[in-house]
C-alpha cells in the first residue's frame, strides 16, 4: 500500500514558477517509478512527466520540455516537479502516481497509487 499526499499547488501569474511536491508512504516508493499528471477542467487527465526508479531517467510530454523538471529524493520518499515559465495552459489539477512499474510509461493503467491531486492556476 503507498499513500501520496501532494503540495505546493496555488495560483500564479503567467512565465512564473510553482515546485510541486509528493510525499509517499510505504515501503516500495524506492522501486517504482512516479508520475506527475494533470487534468484541465473539461479534459481528459494527460500525462505530464516521469522519473525511474532511481531517478537516472525523466521523460516529459512535449508541451512541457524544457520548462519542467521532475526529481525525487528516495531518502525521503519524495518526488518533485519544478514548473517554470508557467502557461495558462498549464492550468489543471496535477496528481501524482505511483507506477506498478520500475521504468516510466505514459498511460495511466500503469499507475497504482493516485494522490489527492493540487490546484494549479495559472493567469494570464
Known amino acids: 500500500q503507498v499513500q501520496l499526499v501532494e503540495s505546493g499547488g496555488g495560483l500564479v501569474q503567467a512565465g512564473g514558477s510553482l515546485r510541486l511536491s509528493c510525499t509517499a508512504s510505504?515501503?516500495?516508493?524506492?522501486?517504482?517509478?512516479m508520475g506527475w499528471f494533470r487534468q484541465a477542467p473539461g479534459k481528459e487527465r494527460e500525462f505530464v512527466a516521469g522519473?525511474?526508479?532511481?531517478?537516472?531517467?525523466?521523460t516529459y510530454t512535449d508541451s512541457v520540455k524544457g520548462r519542467f523538471t521532475i526529481s525525487r529524493d528516495n531518502a525521503k520518499n519524495t518526488v518533485y516537479l519544478q514548473m517554470n515559465t508557467l502557461k495558462s495552459d498549464d492550468t489543471g489539477v496535477y496528481y501524482c502516481a505511483a507506477s506498478k512499474f520500475p521504468t516510466i510509461f505514459p498511460t495511466i493503467s500503469s499507475y497504482d497509487y493516485w494522490g489527492q491531486g493540487t490546484q494549479v492556476t495559472v493567469s494570464s
Open positions: 510505504g515501503r516500495t516508493f524506492g522501486n517504482r517509478a
Open positions: 522519473i525511474n526508479w532511481s531517478g537516472i531517467t525523466t
